[in-house]
């Protein structure tokens, strides 16, 4: 999979992407889905994936599972 459209709508408007600290995250949300073998890339370069991402204090992860994120906001409060 090849972001380069996308990489081309969004700096059309002034975002820049920087393909060095680029990652993405697949969240399954059913088990139908099962694993995604694709690679994505831009500009031939591929960018990696992760497993779980930090965002506004909340950890996401691909499999849906909230355990990690509910321990470290008791821990927090």
Known sequence: MSLGRER???EAEGFRLS??????LHCRFS????????E?????????RIGRFRYLDSIMHEDGEIDEDIN??????
């Open 8 to 10: 081309d709508t969004l």
């Open 19 to 24: 393909r060095s600290k680029a990652e993405y």
């Open 31 to 38: 088990a139908d889905e099962g694993d995604v073998a694709s």
């Open 40 to 48: 994505v890339g831009i500009e031939g370069a591929i960018i990696p």
């Open 72 to 77: 470290h906001r008791i821990k927090v409060g």
